[in-house]
Structure formats: C-alpha cells, structure tokens
C-alpha cells in the first residue's frame, strides 16, 4: 500500500539553526500538509499546500518557517531558525482530492525534531 | 475556536471484548469526520471515516456512530485484539481544509 515517508526519523539541531524535514507523500497525491504534536500534547495544524502554493497556514506557521516542493515527488517543511519549542513530531500528511468534499489525509511517520 | 475533547482518556480491555471510544466536538459546522489510530513512534493511521449525512458507517471490525444532534461520535471496536492497542483520535474537519485533532485516548488491550 502507498505511504507517506518522512526523512529523518530524528533530528537534532542546535538552537538557532536551519532545519529542513524532508518528505515524500503518496505519488498519485495532490494535497500536501504539515501537522506537529509537542510530547503529550495534540497533534496542530501547521499548513497546507497545493498547485505550489500555501492553502492554507495556522498562527503557529510564523515566518521562521516554509515550505517547498523542490520537485515532483518531495515536500519540505524549513524552520530557519530554531528555537528550543520548535521539539516536537513533525507529520507529513497527503491527500489526492482536498479534505473537503471527504477525503482523507494520509500521514507518514514523523520526524522527531530536538532543539537543543 | 474548535474544541475537540474525549469522555475516556485510558479504555483498558481484554482481548475479545468490544471496545467503544467516544469523542465529542463542538464545531456544529463540521461536515466530516475521521477516526485515527496512532501506534508508539508512528504517525496517525487512518481507520474509519464518516460524512455529517450519515449516522452510521461500518468498516472491517469498526463501526463509527454519529449524532450531530448532541455533536458526538463514537467508534466501535469489535473482538479487540492486542495489536488494536493505541491511541484513538477523532478528528473533525475545521470546515477548511484541515483537522482538528483531540488529546487521544489510549486503548489498551490485555491478552
């Protein structure tokens, strides 16, 4: 079955440094997202993605962070600076149709992301 | 803004019973419904999902209930096995293009 995979598994950055969280979504797929989740806390919205450009973003999604399709199977999330509550999961979801009308998101594996 | 909230944090079982996890919400906007599974170290499974028409969807050994009236879903797990042990999310659509997600609750499933 296709899936979502999410490079690295785990990061480790020092703060104030450049991160890039690389993910492939499903190749037939259209719609691309980020979602985070802090330890023991929900899993956010952070952004949206489609035609090469952000649907939509959360307040969460500031400028220290982008987003990029550098080519026809990659999807990129880069904090440009992190800070130490940048450490959370980062998921990587896709889906082949928007959410609405009904389609589910599919979502990787995460990268976990430690600031330190 | 959404709220998304579980009557059961922790549901333990044992293996062959029938599990149900419930979730409320509180957008009565929301028009799509989405339950997820998500395992130690693993992203968010996709399990079941529902459209605000139906009240009733059935998977393989699931069964998600809707009633939009008291804005509640609940997802039923039929002969619960140890592999089902998780964390459940139900995720409603934000009527944009996103999900909002709950805190989760944990099933655990004893052999």
């Known amino acids: 079955e296709p899936e979502v995979t999410q490079t690295p598994s785990h990061q480790v950055t020092q703060m104030g440094q450049e991160v890039i969280l690389r993910c492939v979504p499903i190749s037939n797929h259209l719609y691309f997202y980020w979602y985070r989740q802090i330890l023991g806390q929900k899993v956010e919205f952070l952004v949206s993605f489609y035609n090469n450009e952000i649907s939509e973003k959360s307040e969460i999604f500031d400028d220290q962070f982008s987003v990029e399709r550098p080519d026809g199977s990659n999807f990129t999330l880069k904090i440009r600076s992190t800070k130490l509550e940048d450490s959370a999961m980062y998921f990587c979801?896709?889906?082949?149709?928007?959410?609405?009308?009904?389609?589910?998101?599919?979502f990787g594996d995460g990268t976990r992301l430690s600031i330190l | 803004g959404e709220s998304v909230g579980l009557h059961l944090p922790t549901l333990s079982v044992q293996e062959g019973d029938n599990s149900i996890i419930n979730c409320a919400y509180s957008?009565?906007?929301?028009?799509?419904f989405i339950w997820y599974k998500q395992e130690s170290g693993k992203g968010p499974q996709f399990i079941i999902d529902i459209r605000s028409n139906m009240d009733k969807r059935q998977g393989q050994r699931v069964t998600v209930l809707l009633n939009k009236t008291v804005k509640h879903l609940s997802l039923q797990i039929a002969a619960t096995q140890p592999g089902d042990s998780a964390v459940y999310f139900c995720a409603p659509d934000s009527g944009y293009s996103t999900l909002t997600f709950g805190k989760g609750t944990m099933l655990l499933v004893s052999p």
């Open positions: 979801a896709s889906s082949d149709r928007a959410l609405l009308p009904n389609q589910p998101q599919h």
């Open positions: 957008n009565s906007a929301s028009d799509y």
